[in-house]
């Protein structure tokens, strides 16, 4: 970064005349933007799915997918534009996508309340009182969100454009599992074990020219190097979240009714935690500070049909 700032100065103040050294390979253009439609994705996976309807106003349907997204760009934002981190091998910017899930499991259904008219419980005076409930639910359990471990550090492009050059470790996979992995502790949520942490500053690297802290285990890449591990290898915790309606149905006339609905998103009010990528310089290195669904919400609603 130093050595590109200095060559700037000096290319933007002539103070490299005869073109001596070559600091720049376009000596017209300090740096270009070259914008094309590189980027492509791939999707596979396995879809199964079990539905029941009984004529007795049940109704119950499910799914379950097993996929894999691989990307070489977000792909969330239509106007964005991402740098390569390495133009001579864009083969590395390849890794699953940041909306990749294995594992998602979606349930729905709803039932009629056998109460009222056409039911074996039925009061004819108090039938639009009693008849015309329905109870329905929608169930997401899903497989964590993928995240990367950063550095941001611009070791081989400049900085600004470096956001996915990952860290470096010398831990193996199974190695990693134990200590990038959701834990509840006294400072609430994490998903980096405590002994990874620098007691010093909450970060996940010792200073530079620093050794390595007790129990250090990630490294910002040298200059002219990009970080080994993978973009998004790691997985976020599993998310659970029920949301819940109760319909009553009120028929005024033949042509006029009333529908009375309360809806509770999130009805259980479960936790679901949303990692994000982690930054090994930041001062909240391993902390989980935001929810994948909100807290719960319950709302009440009415509409007249005429």
Not at 33 to 40: A, K, Q, R
Request: hydrophobic share 35%.
């Amino acid at each position: 970064v130093l050595f590109r700032s200095l060559a700037t100065y000096y290319q933007t103040n002539g103070y490299n005349p005869s073109s001596a050294v070559q600091l720049f390979q376009n000596p017209n253009a300090l740096g270009t933007d070259f914008l094309t439609n590189y980027s492509s994705s791939s999707y596979n996976s396995l879809q199964l799915e079990l539905r029941h309807h009984t004529q007795k106003g049940l109704f119950f349907e499910s799914n379950y997918t097993f996929s894999k997204v691989l990307s070489d760009a977000d792909g969330d934002v239509q106007s964005r534009l991402q740098h390569f981190l390495d133009i001579a091998n864009p083969k590395i910017e390849r890794s699953r996508a940041n909306f990749d899930l294995t594992h998602m499991i979606k349930a729905d259904g709803y039932y009629e309340l056998p109460f009222g008219k056409g039911h074996k419980l039925q009061y004819r005076p108090l039938d639009r009182v009693i008849g015309g409930w329905i109870f329905g639910a929608t169930m997401t359990w899903q497989s964590g969100a993928p995240f990367s471990i950063l550095s941001e550090r611009g070791t081989l492009n400049r900085e600004s454009r470096s956001y996915y050059n990952t860290a470096d470790t010398s831990l193996t996979g199974p190695q990693l599992s134990k200590i990038v992995s959701f834990q509840m502790t006294g400072n609430g949520p994490m998903m980096i074990a405590q002994s990874a942490i620098n007691a010093a500053d909450q970060t996940g690297v010792n200073n530079d020219g620093s050794p390595n802290f007790t129990g250090q285990v990630f490294n910002n890449p040298g200059a002219g190097t990009l970080g080994v591990l993978q973009r998004r290898y790691f997985d976020g915790p599993w998310t659970f979240t029920t949301d819940m309606r109760l319909k009553k149905t009120i028929q005024i006339k033949d042509s006029k009714s009333m529908e009375l609905n309360m809806d509770a998103i999130n009805a259980l009010n479960h936790p679901t935690f949303y990692v994000g990528d982690q930054n090994i310089n930041s001062t909240t290195f391993g902390v989980i500070g935001s929810m994948f669904y909100g807290q719960r919400l319950v709302q009440f609603g009415a509409h007249y049909t005429f």
